[in-house]
């Protein structure tokens, strides 16, 4: 649906409840706005208990009431058809819908974020008519949209930026929106990644191996170790655990090691 649009649709269930089959030779939709969504093969026959389902779509573009109905000719012409009412009411939306912003499900709530670090943003919004996307904003400007419940986006805090303020707007199908209140975040720097490395262990002749173990932390996260020889990266890893293997060149006479964090 779109702005000044109505929609709706129903399903309804054919079903035989005498005592003998029922031959079913049409079925028919009148009513301006009405339609038949997925015609059934008829004719067919219907046993004792037996059902077939199918779709009635309305769709209304001005004010007003409007009547239809279904018409099911069954057994031959000169049966009295079965007929349903079908009534569709299209009303005026000027209600706009309402949005707050929330923690996620396991996620403590926050005054201060980590510049560089990803943020799950999650709101909750209800309409008296129905919801269809939520748009989340960073300083004003729109940063990820969820069209389905729960609303949530993932956003990357940017650096330099102190405070953040995070925003989310929600919109109906007649085009009204609403706005939550402004959550308004610290951004804290990024710290630099702290790095410990045991002393590397192994065979320190030539063609021996040598194992070199380090464990990294960060405020955000570590995204790979990088494992140097004499001033030349040998290894990098990229999640834990931190642990290269060298394997000494021949005439080496003295290895230098080091590691860098990221």
């Known amino acids: 649906p779109t702005i000044g649009e109505a929609h709706s649709k129903e ?46 779509e309305f769709n209304g573009d001005t004010l007003g009431s409007f009547n239809g109905a279904v018409v099911v000719q069954h057994g031959g012409l000169f ?87 995070v925003g989310a707007r929600a919109f109906d199908h007649a085009g009204n929106t609403g706005e939550s209140p402004p959550l308004v975040l610290g951004v804290v720097p990024d710290q630099e990644p702290v790095l410990f490395c045991d002393p590397p262990g192994g065979s320190f002749i030539p063609a021996g191996l040598i194992t070199v173990t380090c464990t990294a932390t960060d405020d955000v996260n570590v995204t790979r170790v990088e494992f140097v020889a004499n001033g030349t990266v040998f290894q990098t890893i990229t999640e834990e655990p931190f642990v290269a293997q060298f394997v000494v060149p021949t005439g080496q006479v003295g290895i230098e090691f080091l590691a860098r964090a990221f």
């Open 79 to 165: 049966n009295n058809p079965y007929m349903f009412d079908l009534v569709a009411k299209v009303v005026q939306d000027s209600t706009p819908p309402t949005v707050t912003l929330v923690s996620p499900p396991g996620q403590a709530e926050v005054d201060e974020v980590i510049e560089g670090a990803s943020l799950r943003v999650r709101a909750e919004a209800t309409d008296d008519l129905g919801v269809m996307r939520v748009e989340f904003l960073v300083d004003g400007h729109v940063v990820g949209t969820d069209a389905e419940s729960p609303f949530e986006t993932e956003i990357q805090v940017p650096i330099g930026v102190d405070p953040l303020i």
């Open 11 to 56: 399903t309804f269930v054919l079903r035989n409840t005498g005592v003998g089959p029922l031959t079913v030779d049409q079925i028919q939709v009148h009513g301006t706005g009405f339609q038949l969504l997925n015609p059934l093969l008829a004719p067919f026959v219907l046993p004792p208990n037996g059902r077939e389902t199918f779709e009635v």
